[in-house]
């Protein structure tokens, strides 16, 4: 039972390049999230999903694009990166509304940009 | 002013005392979370709840909906309780808005 998996655990990035982040969970969630954790400070949402093909923006979007398309699979991308978005990056999943279920969270991608 | 206010940002007890971490939000909710966060590693959720006391193992957690406070108790603490213990409130479509942490130390 593998629950959310993330990779890659660590990368660091040239200012201007991209990457993706991935995100996969085995439990049938219809809930993903993007979270970013910058020393310090809580936990920001980035994007998050409420099923296949439906994504919107959270509190600190810019910079960032995600796709849902298959409820297993919800990426993350840093299209022209910059140091603003150095920082550890948690995918997490939940299964139905009004906080009924817990939340399960990947273990992060700690990403460098230089 | 934070949504999510944890108290205290940092604690260090000795082994077997008995530790509190308060939570505090100024938000209506549908749940709030406690969530476990070791050193360089990953997040575990601990604790979802809306309303009352749960209690797992050594840990329990209250929540006072009308003060809009939650607790998180660790009874009998152990070096290896020695983590970050964060507060989460769950809001529409489940998004959760984060306290900055409480950093716990145990030392034996």
């Known amino acids: 039972n593998a629950g959310v998996t993330q990779t890659p655990k660590f990368r660091i990035l040239k200012i201007g390049q991209s990457m993706t982040l991935q995100c996969t969970q085995d439990?049938?969630?219809?809930?993903m999230y993007w979270y970013r954790q910058d020393p310090g400070m809580g936990l920001k949402l980035i994007y998050y999903?409420?099923?296949?093909?439906?994504?919107d923006k959270g509190e600190v979007p810019n910079g960032y694009n995600v796709s849902r398309s298959t409820t297993e699979d919800f990426p993350l991308r840093l299209e022209l990166a910059a140091p603003s978005q150095t920082s550890v990056y948690f995918c997490a999943s939940s299964y139905g509304d009004r906080g009924s279920y817990g939340y399960t969270f990947g273990s992060g991608t700690r990403l460098t940009v230089v | 002013k934070n949504e999510v206010e944890q108290s205290p940002q940092n604690l260090t007890a000795q082994e077997g005392e008995f530790i509190t971490i308060n939570c505090s939000y100024s938000?209506?909710?549908?749940?709030l979370h406690w969530l476990q966060q070791h050193p360089g590693g990953g997040i575990v959720s601990l604790f979802m709840l809306s309303s009352g006391k749960k209690k797992h193992g050594r840990l329990i957690a209250t929540i006072n909906i009308q003060e809009k406070h939650s607790s998180l108790h660790i009874t009998a603490s152990h070096p290896r309780d020695s983590a970050v213990y964060i507060c989460?409130?769950?809001?529409?479509?489940?998004?959760?808005?984060f306290g900055q942490g409480t950093r716990l130390t145990i030392n034996p």
């Open positions: 999903s409420v099923g296949a093909g439906i994504t």
């Open positions: 989460a409130v769950g809001r529409g479509a489940q998004k959760l808005v």
């Open positions: 938000v209506g909710i549908s749940a």
């Open positions: 439990m049938n969630h219809n809930y």
